[in-house]
C-alpha cells in the first residue's frame, strides 16, 4: 500500500506541509485565492513539535485495522478493497464525529460549514501528494513501507 | 463450514463482510426479525430530525446480501437455539442448521414500568419502524414530552424541536447524559440546548400518562401535569438473552463471552449489544451498547468463528454528540465511583469548553472534551493502551497537546501500540 510516511529526523515541523495540503484541497487550488474562500480550506496534514527540535508531520495512517471505519455510523469511511486505503465519502458523511473519537492519531478534521469530516485522501488528482512535494527537506515520502525502508537505508548507509 | 448470525445490525454486517473477506465460499444465513435491516441504527433520530434524507439512512447497499452471498432470512424471529442438535428454530416453524453460531440479537429500549406506558403515543426510539410511526403522527402534535435524558433521549429531542414542536425533557437524575458524562460538564451543555429552546427539568420523573384515543398528558412525580401529545421513552437499553438464556449458556446482564468473544459453548459466539465482555478502563465485564463496539466485535467475532483465534483487547465505553453547534466526545471513566481516582478538569466558561481526564495511578481511564474535540483520540489511544503519562501529564490538557507529544511515550513502554501504523511513526525517531 503507497501511503505518506514521515522521517522525524529531517522534519522541521515548519508546516510546509500544511499549507500545500490546505492550497491542494481548496477550489482554486492557489494561494493567494484559497485563503479568501469560505469555507476556508482545510490542511489534513498536521506539523507538530515532538519535543523543542524535533517534529513529526503526521496524517491519515490508513490504518490495516481502521478504528474510524468500524466506528463510521454512516458507513462514509471505509476501505477501499483494492488498495487497502481508508476512503471517505463526503456525500455520506453525517458529522457525528464517531471517527475522531477513534482515530489514535488525531488524523480528522471537523468541516463545521458542512457539517463533514475531512482526512488525508493521498491527493488523487496528483502523481506526487501536495505535502510531500512541498516538503522542503524531504521528510515526507510517497510510497509503500518497503520503499520507506530502502529509503531510510540508503540515507544511513551514506 | 455452516455460519449463521442471528441480528443484522453493526455487529452482524460487520460479521458477514469479515467472514467473506476470508472465504468466498462458506455457507453464511443470517436471521433478522426486521424486513429490513440494513439501515445505521445511530441515524434514526437525524432521520426524525429531517437532517438528513432517507437515502443517507442506509449503511450498507441494498444488494449487500446478494454481494456477499448471503442467504438472508429477513422479517422473521429466531426463537430458539437448540446448541446440543446445532439448530435455530424459527419463527416460521423452520429450522436452521448451523457450524458456529453469532449471536448479534442487540438490544431492546426498557420501557417504563408506568400506567400509560402501552398508549398510543407513547414510542422509544430504537428502530426505523418506530421513526416511520412518529414521523406519520408528527402533523397533530404540538407538544412532547421526552422521558430520560441520556443519549436516546436528548437525541430524541433535539430531532422533534428541529421539526418545529415544543419539546420538554424530564430527567431523573440530577443532571442530563449522567451516564456518559460528568455533571460539570453536563451543566454547560443542559444551558445550551435549554438556550436552544428546549426545556429539560432534571430530578423529575413521570409517574403516569395519560389519554384516552390520543395522548393528553404526563403526570410527573410532583402531581403537576405537563400536557403533551407524544411522548418518547429514552431510558436505555436491556440486552436481548433470553434465547442464549434459556438454551443454557452463561448469561449475566448480557451474554457471558470471553477474550475470543465466544459464549460459554464453544460453537457460539456473541457481538454486539448482546456481550457482556472485558471493559478495558473498568477491568472487569460490562456491556458498552455502542456502534463502535459492535462493528468490531462483529469482526473479531467472525474471524474467530473461522477459527482464527484473534484475542480482543476489550471494549470502551465512547460517545459523541453535538446539539446546536456544541460537540462532545467522552471515553471510558468519566465519573468514578470509588476511591483512587484523580481527575485533572479544565475549564473555559466562554468558550464553552470542559476538558477532563481520569487517572489511575497515573494511568488514562477516561476523558471527557466539551467544545474541544480534536484530538481525544490520542487520548483514547493512551487509555486503549493503558501508559503511564507521568511524563505528559502537566500538558495533557492543553489545546496544543496533539499526537506528537506522545510519540516518545510510545517508543519508551514496553507493552501496547502493538498496531504497525504506530511503529510507523516512530521508526525514523
Redesign the interface.
Known amino acids: 500500500m503507497k501511503k505518506i510516511y514521515c522521517d522525524i529526523k529531517k522534519c522541521l515541523g515548519c508546516g510546509a506541509c500544511e499549507i500545500a495540503c490546505a492550497v491542494e484541497h481548496s477550489k482554486s487550488k492557489e494561494l493567494d485565492q484559497s485563503i479568501k474562500e469560505s469555507p476556508a480550506p482545510i490542511k489534513r496534514r498536521k506539523a507538530e513539535s515532538i519535543s523543542q527540535s524535533v517534529a513529526i508531520s503526521t496524517g491519515c495512517h490508513h490504518c490495516d485495522d481502521a478504528p474510524c471505519v468500524a466506528a463510521c455510523m454512516s458507513g462514509a469511511m471505509y476501505k477501499d478493497k483494492k488498495t487497502g486505503l481508508t476512503k471517505h465519502d463526503e456525500e455520506k458523511c453525517v458529522g457525528c464525529w464517531m471517527c475522531i473519537m477513534s482515530c489514535p492519531f488525531g488524523a480528522l478534521t471537523r468541516q463545521k460549514q458542512d457539517k463533514i469530516v475531512v482526512k488525508c485522501d493521498l491527493c488523487p488528482d496528483r502523481d506526487v501528494p501536495a505535502c510531500v512535494e512541498a516538503c522542503p527537506t524531504g521528510a515526507l515520502f510517497s510510497g509503500t513501507e518497503k520503499e520507506f525502508e530502502i529509503k531510510l537505508k540508503v540515507k544511513t548507509k551514506k | 463450514m455452516q455460519y449463521v448470525i442471528i441480528g443484522s445490525s453493526?455487529a452482524g454486517i460487520?460479521a458477514i463482510e469479515a467472514i467473506r473477506s476470508k472465504d468466498k465460499k462458506a455457507d453464511i444465513t443470517v436471521i433478522s426479525d426486521e424486513k429490513k435491516p440494513l439501515y445505521?441504527?445511530?441515524?434514526i433520530s437525524?432521520l426524525l430530525a429531517g437532517?438528513?434524507d432517507e437515502k443517507?439512512i442506509?449503511?450498507?447497499p441494498d444488494a449487500f446480501f446478494k454481494n456477499n452471498k448471503v442467504d438472508a432470512i429477513l422479517g422473521v424471529k429466531a426463537e430458539k437455539i437448540d446448541p446440543d442438535k446445532k439448530e435455530i428454530a424459527l419463527g416460521n416453524k423452520k429450522k436452521i442448521k448451523f457450524d458456529r453460531l453469532l449471536v448479534a440479537t442487540g438490544s431492546s429500549p426498557k420501557l417504563e414500568k408506568i400506567p400509560g406506558v402501552d398508549k398510543k403515543g407513547v414510542y422509544p426510539l430504537r428502530t426505523m419502524e418506530h421513526a416511520v410511526e412518529i414521523q406519520s403522527m408528527l402533523a397533530k402534535v404540538k407538544k412532547v414530552a421526552v422521558l430520560g435524558g441520556g443519549l436516546i433521549g436528548l437525541r430524541a429531542a433535539y430531532a422533534l424541536k428541529n421539526r418545529g414542536k415544543e419539546v420538554s425533557v424530564f430527567v431523573r437524575s440530577p443532571q442530563i447524559l449522567s451516564q456518559i458524562i460528568d455533571k460539570g460538564s453536563a451543566d454547560i451543555m443542559q444551558r445550551h440546548i435549554e438556550k436552544k429552546g428546549i426545556n429539560i427539568i432534571t430530578g423529575r420523573s413521570a409517574k403516569e400518562i395519560k389519554g384516552s384515543t390520543s395522548l393528553s398528558s404526563v403526570v410527573l412525580d410532583n402531581d403537576s401535569q405537563y400536557d403533551c401529545e407524544l411522548v418518547i421513552i429514552g431510558k436505555g437499553v436491556n440486552a436481548n438473552i433470553d434465547m442464549v438464556k434459556d438454551a443454557g449458556m452463561k448469561t449475566n446482564w448480557g451474554v457471558v463471552v470471553d477474550e475470543f468473544l465466544r459464549t460459554s459453548n464453544k460453537n457460539i459466539f456473541a457481538a454486539g449489544d448482546v456481550a457482556e465482555s472485558h471493559d478495558i478502563a473498568l477491568e472487569e465485564k460490562s456491556i458498552n451498547a455502542i456502534?463502535?463496539v459492535a462493528?468490531?466485535q462483529g469482526?473479531l467475532a467472525a474471524f474467530n468463528m473461522l477459527g482464527e483465534n484473534k484475542i480482543y483487547d476489550g471494549t470502551l465505553a465512547?460517545?459523541?454528540l453535538?446539539f446546536f453547534?456544541l460537540?462532545v466526545?467522552s471515553?471510558g471513566i468519566t465519573r468514578p465511583k470509588k476511591e483512587g481516582y484523580e481527575e485533572l478538569i479544565k475549564i473555559n466558561p466562554e468558550r464553552n469548553v470542559y476538558k477532563k481526564i481520569v487517572l489511575r495511578d497515573n494511568v488514562i481511564v477516561g476523558a471527557i472534551a466539551l467544545n474541544s474535540?480534536?484530538?481525544?483520540?490520542?487520548i483514547?489511544?493512551l487509555i486503549?493502551n493503558k501508559v503511564d503519562i507521568t511524563s505528559v501529564k502537566d500538558i495533557i490538557l492543553e489545546d496544543y497537546f496533539?499526537?506528537?507529544?506522545i510519540?516518545?511515550l510510545i517508543k519508551d513502554v514496553k507493552q501496547g501500540f502493538k498496531?504497525?501504523?504506530?511503529r510507523?511513526?516512530?521508526?525514523?525517531?
Request: aromatic content about 12%; proline content about 4%.
Open positions: 453493526a460487520n445505521s441504527r445511530c441515524l437525524y437532517t438528513i443517507k442506509w449503511y450498507r456502534w463502535p462493528c468490531e469482526r465512547m460517545n459523541s453535538e453547534g460537540p466526545i471515553i474535540v480534536d484530538t481525544i483520540g490520542i483514547g489511544a486503549k496533539d499526537y506528537g507529544k510519540v516518545n498496531e504497525k501504523e504506530f510507523e511513526t516512530i521508526m525514523t525517531l
